[in-house]
């Protein structure tokens, strides 16, 4: 059979917290789709994993003795991706946001040192970049963190780096137009906020 990597890590956060639930927001996933997951290694291997009721989840003596060789199988397979990257100065990052465009920064970061090398890639959203900042695939991911389903990974560091402008279109009979400002509690309930997506990036704050 063919090595189900996702499974595989699907199988040992559901088997380490015992609980689907907490598993998929461990690696930012629906419980639907963790559960897809585990089921799909399930069917490959040919044995249930996971004796599951309404009120508890609790392995199979097959998922006991397959959980150590899991962690193991993932621990090499991490390895071995590590052995054969190229040294660590190249910087391994996600650039996707759906709300500004973080390859504005890289640019810029590159433009302020040319030596630095970095690997951009995209994985389609913040909560998809995390799994792979803590396994180690990538060493950096623009995102927010109020858009994650699940709580902030403990073991990840964060910062501020930028605030995007934003602009408020407001009706011809809105309060804030004479003013040529918008305060933010008048305009809260009838503005349509957007961002500028052509203004420069802005230093992050010290």
């Keep these: 059979m063919d090595v189900d990597l996702p499974g595989l890590r699907a199988f040992v956060a559901a088997a380490e917290l015992m609980h689907f639930g907490r598993a998929a927001q461990r690696m930012f996933l629906t419980q639907q789709a963790l559960s897809k997951r585990v089921r799909r290694l399930e069917d490959a291997l040919g044995t249930p994993l996971f004796e599951r009721t309404t009120r508890r989840v609790s392995l199979t003596d097959a998922g006991r003795r397959f959980l150590p060789l899991a962690r193991e199988a993932?621990?090499?397979?991490?390895?071995?991706?590590?052995?054969?990257?190229?040294?660590r100065e190249r910087l391994r990052v996600d650039v996707y946001d759906e709300r500004f465009s973080?390859?504005?920064?890289?640019?810029?970061?590159?433009?302020?040192?040319?030596?630095?090398?970095?690997?951009?890639?995209?994985?389609?959203?913040?909560?998809?970049?995390?799994?792979?900042?803590?396994?180690?695939?990538?060493?950096?991911?623009?995102?927010?963190?109020?858009?994650?389903?699940?709580?902030?990974?403990?073991?990840?560091?964060?910062?501020?780096?930028?605030?995007?402008?934003?602009?408020?279109f407001v009706g011809a009979d809105h309060p804030s137009r004479p003013a040529g400002r918008c305060v933010r509690t008048s305009c809260a309930r009838r503005a349509s906020p957007c961002p500028t997506r052509a203004a420069p990036p802005r230093p992050a704050p010290t």
């Design 102 to 168: 973080p390859m504005r920064i890289v640019r810029d970061l590159i433009e302020r040192d040319p030596g630095l090398r970095i690997e951009p890639g995209m994985r389609q959203g913040f909560a998809l970049a995390l799994p792979a900042l803590l396994n180690g695939e990538i060493d950096a991911a623009f995102g927010q963190v109020r858009d994650l389903p699940g709580p902030w990974p403990p073991e990840l560091a964060q910062r501020l780096v930028h605030v995007e402008p934003m602009h408020a």
């Design 74 to 87: 993932l621990s090499a397979f991490d390895t071995a991706v590590e052995s054969v990257r190229e040294s």
